[in-house]
């Protein structure tokens, strides 16, 4: 990351799957997450974070 903003989106994944699955040992789509983007978020950012968010059921 960068300013906020996420520039190596498979760091970003391992990242959560480590979070979401290792540590707080949860099922995404069974809980209400909040995620958020920095403002000037690039539109090819925003765009990826909307396919994870379908991957990950959020």
């Known amino acids: 990351m960068e300013n906020g903003i996420v520039r190596n989106w498979e760091d970003m ?5 480590y979070t979401f699955y290792e540590k707080m040992q949860i099922i995404p789509s069974e809980h209400k997450i909040m995620l958020t983007e920095p403002p000037q978020n690039p539109v090819k950012n925003r765009e990826k974070l909307s396919k994870l968010r379908m991957v990950y059921g959020v």
């Open 13 to 17: 994944e391992h990242l959560w799957n």
